[in-house]
């Protein structure tokens, strides 16, 4: 039986709070250890994992990020609870995070290029790696519920078993002219379409996604609570459409429309919080939380129509920008007793090292294909540090790599990473730190391509290596 609802409240007032003018609430970040090898005890015990992936969430709407603008109290405590990374980064859109993710490989190479759009495929090629088949052939129970942003699941209902989930209950896009699309009949919160095992689940006006999705994966676990298990929980929350969620107060219907969607996504967000404490308190419930690793993380970058206070600074979202905003996301794991309470880690990780690190953990041999990722278990069991150099986010056609410090554009440009959500636009023609900078990631970036590197739009400066002047506000750092 799963763990009684959380008690709601009303949406908390954001009447000041529009696109472009956010109530400022409080201060900072709850304070924690900074570990830098980010160590801890062993253990060796085959977790359970339950991975939770928000939809269009930036780091800054979290208060264990230093978000000021949002009460997010139980994705707060589980960062208290476990390790907070700092240096993550996923794909600014949709679908190639997802796959990326799923996959282990980068868009370019798992065929994911674009947002559901031309650049990307159909469906899910049975033939791509997962971490679900991954797990799923090294012993472990596998379901996921949620968003299915790869292909329609209406044309293909199979997909989620065909890529290594036992069990599946998901929403997805409908193919409209050849293209995945949102349509007006396909709802993903109240009476959505969602498709349980391949079948098509009955719901009611009053039937609310996201709590079928957290009942399949709760009783899921329930019956695989003795064995290990993998619960993928792909939430829509809290993507568009703006919408009230069960048990809080419905927006003053007086207040001008940007107010009420605002009101709206606050209200999101604060469910997305509950959900959260809901998982948290039902691997309690079923004893099991000390061995089951829960990561939480983001496919991306907040929505882009949204301005949202981290600490001192009002940041606009970043989705759909290839700059640190659209990428550089939240990644909180728990596991108590084996990761390390409240500490903060900056390792460099991108989504392609998920695969590769739950096969690590889940003692399960990683396919026989072209990987990506970099296995950061290490990180988490204390016994050293990622390999990862850099990371590498792409979008369409356009793409950056990046390391601790600096961040290379495939339109040419440089620049210096000063911390989160910050850098400055660098001068490699006059930097000898700014040249070796270059020269160093130009060589990464160029090898990991290869072959590939002709789908991508690279500047014929880069290709050449010849430095570009640094390019000028307002694009710096943000869309490169």
Request: proline letters at 9%; hydrophobic letters at 40%.
């Amino acid at each position: 039986m799963s763990a009684p609802p959380p008690r709601r409240h009303p949406t908390r007032p954001h009447d000041r709070w529009t696109r472009r003018a956010v109530l400022r609430a409080g201060a900072g970040a709850a304070g924690s250890l900074l570990l830098p090898a980010c160590t801890r005890p062993g253990g060796d015990a085959r977790p359970s994992i339950v991975l939770l992936l928000a939809d269009d969430l930036g780091l800054e709407c979290l208060g264990a990020y230093g978000g000021t603008t949002f009460a997010t109290p139980h994705v707060d405590a589980l960062a208290q609870a476990g390790m907070r990374f700092t240096n993550v980064f996923a794909t600014p859109a949709c679908a190639p995070s997802r796959a990326e993710i799923l996959t282990g490989r980068y868009p370019f190479r798992n065929g994911w290029m674009d947002n559901a759009g031309p650049l990307s495929p159909r469906s899910l090629a049975a033939s791509e790696p997962t971490f679900a088949r991954t797990l799923q052939a090294g012993g472990y129970a596998t379901a996921i519920a949620g968003k299915w942003q790869l292909g329609s699941l209406a044309e293909r209902p199979s997909t989620p078993q065909d890529s290594g989930f036992s069990e599946s209950c998901c929403w997805s896009l409908e193919l409209v002219g050849g293209k995945l699309e949102s349509t007006p009949d396909n709802s993903r919160y109240w009476a959505p379409r969602l498709w349980q095992n391949g079948r098509l689940l009955e719901t009611t006006a009053e039937t609310y996604g996201p709590d079928v999705e957290f009942e399949f994966l709760s009783a899921f676990m329930e019956r695989n609570a003795g064995k290990p298990f993998l619960a993928y929980h792909a939430m829509n929350l809290p993507h568009a459409p703006y919408h009230v969620p069960p048990g809080y107060a419905a927006p003053d219907a007086g207040a001008p429309q940007e107010a009420q969607i605002a009101a709206s996504y606050a209200a999101m967000i604060g469910y997305m919080d509950e959900l959260v404490g809901r998982w948290v308190a039902r691997l309690g419930e079923l004893g099991i939380a000390e061995r089951t690793l829960v990561v939480f993380t983001s496919d991306n970058g907040g929505n882009e129509n949204f301005v949202v206070s981290l600490g001192e600074r009002e940041i606009q979202g970043g989705k759909f920008t290839l700059g640190e905003s659209g990428s550089n996301v939240a990644f909180v794991a728990r596991r108590p007793g084996v990761v390390p309470a409240g500490a903060v880690c900056d390792e460099l990780v991108d989504f392609t090292d998920v695969l590769p690190t739950f096969a690590a953990l889940g003692r399960s041999a990683t396919p026989d294909v072209r990987l990506d990722g970099y296995d950061f278990a290490p990180v988490l069991d204390g016994k050293g540090a990622s390999a990862r150099p850099w990371v590498y986010c792409q979008l369409g056609r356009n793409a950056f790599i990046r390391d601790r410090a600096w961040r290379l554009a495939t339109d040419g440009h440089l620049f210096h990473v000063l911390g989160t959500y910050a850098d400055e636009p660098a001068d490699p023609r006059s930097d000898e730190k700014a040249r070796a900078a270059y020269d160093g990631l130009r060589a990464a970036l160029l090898a990991l391509l290869g072959d590939d590197a002709k789908r991508l739009k690279l500047a014929p400066a880069l290709l050449r290596g010849e430095p570009l002047p640094p390019v000028p506000a307002p694009d710096a750092g943000r869309r490169s």
